[in-house]
């Protein structure tokens, strides 16, 4: 079955119009967060200025890029429409409580503790100086995996709508990116992840109407079902131990991953957190419906034989008209700038702050590492470049793997050290490392998608290790002061 797909001629001009009317404003929102940024506070978290509606789309626009998009897409075209679930347990787990439980106390604590980054918070808040240098290296690694995945899945946007080779269109995707993050940092990172989320939700809501249009809705699933039940039942073509995993591997990015958590860091207060909530939740629900009902759908257009990372850029010169194609294409390209401005700059952060300035105490202040946070930023970028450029595995994939080890190394220490005032110096150290080889080694025997072990992917046995390590240790080991205790728990 081959799929009758718009020429590239039809809408060429219209979606390299829109593009270049794209690029045009992030340039502007660089130049102007290069303007703002005086200081490292404003470099790191943009000195407390960021309202709710910033904030809100551009936590949304970090958490959802081309990974969801073009990677997760493509997945649900594999396995079916069982991967919907995996949309309800992210609104519930990801958006919702993510901000109602973390966001108050992740922005007082920073605040209580005058951290720069989220690896300089847990380091305060448990006192242990060891343990940075170890988050630092654990976040660089999976964020390198993370951004890895997001532009690889643009770069395969732009070569299939375009027409172009991988390289090329690699190259291009990173120019832009590189530029605006060098520049004006995290408030750059913001607004132009504003911008992003906005122009994400218009695309997505364009592509869900294009496959309505197509497939419609009830008519859609009677003719997926035509392929195989399984994909219109549960699990879906894979197991319950790997639709379990991607739940959870998936729903708990913001309580693991340090860009997404710095993001709260900016807020100008409490209660621009709090009128954020609804904001985001009702984005969420929109991105990901659409990308788990139009992956499945894809089938019925498409066929059941293309490739998992080419199948949502396929689809979508399928079914859209020219305008459209331009249109999602920015709206894919945004969610992917977004999240790869913000990994790189975690990575950058992590190398520069929480390697080398504790490092060099004396040597690089403040106003020092503001300079060399630019260079390390763009090392990370031609980094993350050149491991895209080998696509070491599927978008989804690699994705899973970099979650995977962050949230094992950040989840337990971060939710204990907000509510728990028994957790120790010697229980972060204890529960990061083991928590992060527990991943590396469950991968390494049992592979990335779990496929050794009935599905089960690290996600699992890297939390079960995290928590019980944390917890364990905690109890057996010397408590905190008190009093740093209540300063850095005031809320």
């Given at each position: 079955m081959q799929p009758d797909l718009v020429p590239v001629e039809s809408y060429l001009a219209i979606a390299v119009g829109v593009f270049i009317l794209y690029v045009a404003l992030n340039i502007f929102i660089g130049l102007y967060g290069r303007a703002r940024t005086k200081t490292a506070r404003d470099y790191y978290f943009a000195s407390h200025s960021v309202g709710p509606w910033a904030i809100a789309l551009a936590y949304g626009a970090t958490c959802y890029s081309a990974t969801l998009i073009i990677g997760y897409g493509g997945l649900s075209y594999k396995i079916g429409t069982s991967m919907m679930w995996i949309a309800a347990t992210n609104i519930l787990i990801m958006t919702y409580l993510a901000w109602v439980v973390l966001g108050k106390r992740v922005r007082k604590m920073q605040e209580n503790l005058d951290a720069y980054t989220v690896m300089e918070l847990l380091t305060k808040r448990f006192q242990n100086p060891k343990v940075r240098p170890i988050l630092a290296i654990i976040v660089m690694f999976s964020m390198m995996a993370y951004s890895v995945a997001v532009l690889t899945g643009t770069a395969r946007l732009f070569q299939v709508l375009f027409e172009i080779e991988f390289l090329v269109a690699l190259i291009i995707i990173v120019t832009v990116i590189g530029f605006y993050i060098t520049m004006g940092g995290i408030v750059s990172t913001i607004y132009a992840n504003f911008l992003q989320g906005a122009v994400m939700f218009l695309g997505m809501v364009v592509l869900l109407v294009g496959v309505l249009y197509r497939v419609g809705f009830t008519s859609g699933f009677e003719r997926l079902a035509e392929f195989g039940t399984e994909y219109v039942s549960m699990p879906g073509t894979s197991t319950w131990w790997f639709l379990i995993s991607l739940?959870?591997?998936?729903?708990?990015?913001?309580?693991?991953?340090?860009?997404?958590?710095?993001?709260?860091?900016?807020?100008?207060?409490?209660?621009?957190?709090?009128?954020?909530?609804?904001?985001?939740?009702?984005?969420?629900?929109?991105?990901?419906?659409?990308?788990?009902?139009?992956?499945?759908?894809?089938?019925?257009?498409?066929?059941?034989?293309?490739?998992?990372?080419?199948?949502?850029?396929?689809?979508?010169?399928?079914?859209?008209?020219?305008?459209?194609?331009?249109?999602?294409?920015?709206?894919?390209?945004?969610?992917?700038?977004?999240?790869?401005?913000?990994?790189?700059?975690?990575?950058?952060?992590?190398?520069?702050?929480?390697?080398?300035?504790?490092?060099?105490?004396?040597?690089?202040?403040?106003?020092?590492?503001?300079?060399?946070?630019?260079?390390?930023?763009?090392?990370?970028?031609?980094?993350?470049?050149?491991?895209?450029?080998?696509?070491?595995?599927?978008?989804?994939?690699?994705?899973?793997?970099?979650?995977?080890?962050?949230?094992?190394?950040?989840?337990?220490?971060?939710?204990?050290?907000?509510?728990?005032?028994?957790?120790?110096?010697?229980?972060?150290?204890?529960?990061?490392?083991?928590?992060?080889?527990?991943?590396?080694?469950?991968?390494?025997?049992?592979?990335?998608?779990?496929?050794?072990?009935?599905?089960?992917?690290?996600?699992?046995?890297?939390?079960?290790?995290?928590?019980?390590?944390?917890?364990?240790?905690?109890?057996?080991?010397?408590?905190?002061?008190?009093?740093?205790?209540?300063?850095?728990?005031?809320?």
């Open positions: 739940c959870l591997v998936t729903s708990l990015i913001p309580w693991g991953m340090p860009q997404i958590i710095s993001m709260l860091y900016s807020a100008k207060n409490v209660r621009a957190i709090r009128l954020a909530v609804p904001i985001v939740t009702v984005w969420s629900f929109v991105i990901l419906y659409t990308v788990y009902f139009t992956g499945p759908m894809a089938r019925v257009v498409l066929g059941p034989d293309v490739e998992t990372d080419l199948v949502m850029p396929t689809l979508f010169r399928a079914i859209l008209p020219s305008l459209g194609i331009g249109v999602v294409l920015s709206g894919v390209v945004a969610a992917s700038m977004s999240t790869a401005s913000a990994t790189t700059l975690q990575a950058s952060f992590a190398l520069s702050r929480d390697l080398l300035q504790p490092a060099f105490p004396k040597k690089i202040s403040d106003e020092t590492i503001l300079k060399v946070s630019r260079y390390t930023t763009v090392l990370m970028v031609v980094i993350a470049f050149a491991l895209s450029y080998l696509r070491l595995g599927t978008i989804a994939d690699i994705f899973n793997f970099g979650a995977a080890a962050s949230c094992a190394a950040f989840v337990p220490p971060l939710v204990c050290g907000l509510f728990w005032k028994r957790g120790t110096s010697k229980a972060i150290l204890s529960s990061t490392v083991l928590g992060f080889l527990t991943v590396l080694l469950w991968t390494f025997f049992f592979g990335l998608k779990g496929q050794g072990f009935y599905g089960i992917q690290a996600i699992i046995p890297g939390q079960i290790v995290g928590w019980l390590v944390f917890v364990g240790v905690s109890l057996v080991t010397k408590q905190l002061p008190r009093e740093h205790i209540e300063k850095a728990m005031k809320y």
